[in-house]
Structures are given as C-alpha cells and as structure tokens.
C-alpha cells in the first residue's frame, strides 16, 4: 500500500518576512521549516508504517531546492522515498494551480491508496490544498483529523476529526484525502541512524515535462488570482497601562469594557 | 457572469450569523456594481428562512433543499453550489472562511475552475475589479488580491464584516435549484458523534473570548477562566502550553496550530504572547491581557496591559461585572 504525504517547506514563523520586489517571498537567508501541520500528516503516516513496515511512504513537495533540507528530515525520520517538484514554471502559482500540480503528481506517483496534508500551512494559509485535490482526484476527503486509523484488509480509513462544536468519527474507503490537524501526540524526533538512512534514499526531482500538465494549467500563467500588493497591517493603537490593588485593578478594567460597550 | 451571491450557512434549523455578515460584505459590493444579491440556501426543509436572509439583504434566495443535505456534507454541498455556478454564472461568490466553508473551498475552486482568495477582511471595488485584502503570516502582513480569470471566488473572515441591520418585511424573490443525483454521493460515512458541546459557544463564532495561559496554574484553577467566560458570555480559549498540559482540550487552542479567533473581545490571562500564539488572536477588536510581567509580549499588542496576578484579580473582576448587572436590571 502506498500512501502519500504532502509537506510544505515554509519560513519559520519566528522570522521576520520580507517580500522580494516582485512580490515573491524572499526565502534566502530566512530560516525555513516543516510546514508545523505537515508533520503530524506525516507521524501519522509513520505510525501506519510502524504497525506495517510494508507500507510504502513517499513525501511530495512543491518548492525550491532549499526545500531539500526538509525533505531529508522527513526521510531521517522514516519515509520511504520523495518527490520535488521544482520547476520555473511552476513560480507564482495560486492555491488552485498548486493543487493542479500536486494532484498530478500523485498521478504519476501512481497506485496511491491515500492522501495526507496539514490543514493548513504557516505561511499562505489558504486552508485550499487538501480538498482541491480530493475534488481533482474525485477522492473523498476527511479533514481536521486528530488520528486516523489504516485498516488495510478492509481498504479504509477511520479518523476522529474535530468538527465544529463535536468530535466526529468518520471512515472512508481508500483511496481517501486526509487532512491533518494538530494532534495530540507530538511527531517523532529523526534518530541517528535515521538521519544515515535518508542519504541513501531516493529523492526525485520532477520538472513541469514529468507531469501531465501544460505550462497553461500552472505557475503564473495557469493563476486565476493575482496578487496586486503587499501591506503593513495598521499599527495597534499604543495600550493603556493598569496596576495597584487587585479591587483596584478589577474595578477599572470593567469601567473600561463598559465605556467600550463590550459589557 | 451576474449578481454578487452567497452561500448561508445553516445548522439547527437556523440560519448562522456568518450567513448575515455576508450579505454585509455582497450588498456594498453589489450596490456599486449595480448588481442584485443572491444566496444559495441548502438543507431540508428550510426554505421558510428566505426572509431572514431578505430582511439582512438579500434579493434572491436560491433554494436547494433534500433530505440529505440536512446535514453539512463537504462533497455534497459542493456538488451543489457548482450546479448553481453553472446555472447562474455568478460575478461574485462569497461563502465563510468557517469550518465548512473551509471543507468546501477547495473543492468548489477545482469545480469551477478558478482559484479561491481565502480569509478576506475587506473586499473594495476599484475599476471594475473586486480587490480582496487577506491577512497573510498570520496577520504580520495584509495582501491584496483579485481574481483576473472569470469569477471572484473568495471567503471571508467571520466577524470582519458587520451584520446589516434586519429590515424586517423586505421583499425578495425565492427561486429553486433542483439537486440532481449526481450531488448525493456519500462517500464518508459518520460513525459516531461524541463529546458534543452544543451548550458552550463556539471559539470562532464567538464575540468575546476569555483565553488562559500556563499563568492560570493548573486545570482546576481554570475553572476561575471558565466562570469569567460565563460571566461575560464568552467561549473559553487556551494556550499552546495549557493544551500540551492537559488542562484544556485542543479544540480551545489558539494560534498557528490551533485556531484563529477575531472577536470584538479577548482576555488573555497568564498568556506570554508567543508569536505562534499572537497569530491566532491579533486581528481581534480589543485585547486586555492580565500578567504579572509587565514585559510579556502580550503587553505590547494589548489595548489594556493589566499587570496583575489574574488569580487575585479575576475574582474581583466577576464581582464588579455582578455589580454592573444587577444595576442594569
Ligand atoms: C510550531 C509551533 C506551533 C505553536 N503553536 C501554538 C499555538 O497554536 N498556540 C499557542 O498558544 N502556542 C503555540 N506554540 C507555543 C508557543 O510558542 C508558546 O510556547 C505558548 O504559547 C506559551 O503558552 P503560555 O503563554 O500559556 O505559557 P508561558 O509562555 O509559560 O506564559 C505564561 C505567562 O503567564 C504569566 N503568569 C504566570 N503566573 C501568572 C499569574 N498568577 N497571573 C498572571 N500572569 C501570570 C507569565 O508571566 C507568563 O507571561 C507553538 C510553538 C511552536 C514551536
């Protein structure tokens, strides 16, 4: 069975941002991550693999060749192989054409019984990829999930998501698109020998002619949404200081909600 | 392409105030542009709550209604609203960036073929184009957007958009959209619900929030956040560190990888302020933080610094606020 995990490469929210002059992220010299929702996607991949070390993990990402240094840690920590999509082409894509890419990546992975991606990522936070790609597919999808079950004689995926207000238990038959929130375990550390492991495993990297897709249907020529600017969110206004008693405290916060009419 | 359209969100037999804030956001646009305003309406039975849509300012509701949409179906709903896409070639569409909303986007950009301008704050009409501003970095930076093939597909922020005021009585125009078999599959099957909290308030849907942090000391002193929320009509939030302890279920969670809130309102006690923290709440209208380290980074982003002991201080808070109600009545 093989199943595949999406993983974005993206700059460390600790970082300040910079946008290059054409409106693309500056990535150099920013310290980039494994998108923080990715990587419960792809513990709860290895933890299907550790109860079945047959089953096959392969990691997909779009992006440039820094990201190589994130695809290696998810191989140090168990993956089986991944994918790089690395293509100029492919610059200055939207949510939709990202999908596009994606979607037709795991086309060409082939044989993929599921589909794992954060929520949501760090950076864009479209909260778009997962379930563009199910509809690409024609996959159903199961989203905000917390842990997920692989029950491979049966061909299905049972999961407890968080749905609004309540905790639902889902299944699905394979092939089925997942989408990964924060969970309550916390993803594996790689070991040592994981870490020698990941130089001997294979890393591809496919360019927009691997796929099937014409340069239209991607990267800035296959956007439908165009980004005109960038801006400095309004500065908050300068706060007001409170301290003395705690009656005193007290008294005056409530006078200030009041007079602000949120009590 | 024609007309600014919704989609209204529905649960419980009632319509949800995303639904209403909405229509805020489409009738400004669809005045400029001199366009009518529609709403897609999907569910069981629930046709009789056109009006309500009409009275916040709708010109058409588009009924869509089947047993089994009674409950929100991802795949289903988004089937739906292609047909209706298909149908009336919408300029604008609009729908949530709520929990469902976000199930649907997606799928509804691969359908229509257009791509999706998520989590818009304000939405401003310049030659002809619909520009979106969207928080991005986790409201560090705003971008803005527009959509330059076909349709205008965007979702919007809860509670960045005022609800219009009802008038009660204004008239509109009910239409029907058939629900074809081909928007019924099921294909996730729901095996069983738990844990259902009907009774508390939605984190997201909620106009203040009352949020503690590893300052509050342990899941029993938490109780003391719970009986403030109460106080205020507030849903309860929580840190990172309070949900890595235990004392709060991760479905509290805000910040980058738990939830983002905007309320009128939110009460940060025992919070540091963590970038990954602050992403998740900064956007909200007013922010009181009560800490007992004026430096917390907390302090900085709040409109009210409360340097304090919250244990010491939030009793007495609910006292005042019993004051304050029993003057009012
Ligand atoms: C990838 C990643 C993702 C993350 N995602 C999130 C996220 O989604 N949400 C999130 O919240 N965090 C997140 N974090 C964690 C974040 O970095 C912080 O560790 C966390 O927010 C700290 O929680 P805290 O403010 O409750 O605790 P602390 O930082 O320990 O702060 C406790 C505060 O309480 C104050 N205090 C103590 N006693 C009292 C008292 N009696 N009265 C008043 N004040 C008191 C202290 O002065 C201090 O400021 C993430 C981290 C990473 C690396």
Request: aromatic residues 4%; glycine residues 8%; contains cysteine.
């Amino acid at each position: 069975m093989k199943i595949v995990v999406c993983v974005k490469y993206v700059p460390d929210t600790n970082e300040p941002k910079r946008l290059k002059s054409d409106l693309a992220l500056q990535r150099n010299g920013v310290q980039s991550v494994i998108n923080p929702m990715d990587e419960y996607a792809l513990e709860i991949a290895l933890k299907w693999k550790d109860a079945d070390p047959a089953l096959e993990v392969v990691t997909l990402t779009m992006g440039p060749e820094e990201a190589k240094g994130v695809i290696k840690k998810c191989l140090a920590k168990g993956a089986d192989r991944a994918v790089l999509l690395q293509d100029p082409a492919l610059g200055g894509s939207d949510a939709l054409s990202t999908s596009r890419t994606l979607a037709a990546a795991i086309a060409k992975i082939g044989k993929v019984d599921a589909v794992l991606c954060g929520i949501r990522s760090s950076d864009g936070d479209c909260n778009v990829v997962g379930p563009a790609i199910a509809e690409l597919l024609d996959w159903p999808q199961l989203t905000y999930c917390k842990e997920a079950q692989l029950d491979q004689a049966a061909r299905y995926v049972q999961v407890q998501r968080e749905a609004d207000g309540a905790l639902e238990i889902v299944r699905a038959a394979l092939p089925v698109l997942l989408t990964v929130t924060k969970c309550a375990f916390e993803p594996r550390l790689a070991t040592f020998k994981g870490i020698t492991a990941a130089n001997k495993k294979e890393l591809l990297v496919w360019s927009l002619a691997d796929l099937n897709l014409s340069a239209n249907q991607v990267g800035w020529e296959g956007a439908t949404v165009k980004v005109m600017s960038f801006s400095e969110p309004p500065p908050r206004p300068a706060g007001q200081v409170l301290s003395g008693s705690p009656a005193e405290v007290a008294r005056k916060m409530v006078e200030y909600l009041h007079t602000l009419k949120l009590v | 392409m024609s007309g600014v359209w919704t989609v209204a969100e529905v649960s419980d037999g009632g319509i949800k105030g995303i639904s209403f804030e909405l229509l805020g956001a489409a009738r400004s646009l669809a005045n400029n542009l001199a366009e009518p305003v529609g709403t897609v309406l999907i569910g069981h039975e629930v046709a009789n709550l056109a009006d309500e849509l009409f009275a916040h300012g709708a010109d058409r509701v588009l009924v869509a209604e089947h047993p089994a949409l009674a409950s929100f179906a991802p795949e289903r709903h988004a089937r739906v609203i292609g047909d209706f896409a298909t149908a009336y070639a919408p300029q604008v569409l609009l729908i949530g960036h709520t929990g469902s909303g976000k199930e649907i986007a997606g799928r509804l950009a691969a359908r229509l073929d257009v791509s999706v301008i998520t989590d818009c704050v304000a939405l401003q009409l310049v030659d002809a184009q619909v520009r979106c501003t969207r928080p991005i970095f986790g409201g560090s930076m705003l971008t803005t957007a527009v959509a330059t093939k076909g349709i205008t597909f965007a979702t919007i922020r809860p509670k960045a958009f005022a609800r219009p005021a009802p008038a009660i009585g204004r008239p509109g125009e009910v239409l029907q959209l058939a629900v074809s078999a081909a928007c019924l599959v099921a294909r996730t099957e729901v095996v069983e619900v738990v844990n259902e909290t009907s009774t508390a308030i939605s984190l997201t849907d909620a106009e203040i929030v009352c949020a503690g942090g590893r300052g509050v000391g342990s899941a029993e002193k938490f109780e003391l956040i719970e009986r403030l929320a109460k106080e205020l009509g507030a849903a309860v939030g929580a840190s990172r560190a309070v949900v890595d302890a235990g004392w709060r279920p991760h479905k509290e969670q805000v910040g980058q990888t738990g939830k983002t809130v905007s309320p009128k309102l939110y009460i940060a006690a025992g919070i540091s302020g963590a970038i990954q923290h602050l992403v998740g709440m900064r956007s909200s209208d007013t922010i009181v933080a009560i800490n007992t380290d004026p430096e917390a980074p907390i302090m900085k982003v709040a409109n009210l610094a409360v340097t304090a002991d919250l244990l010491e201080v939030i009793p007495k808070v609910i006292e005042e606020l019993k004051i304050l109600k029993g003057a009012a009545v």
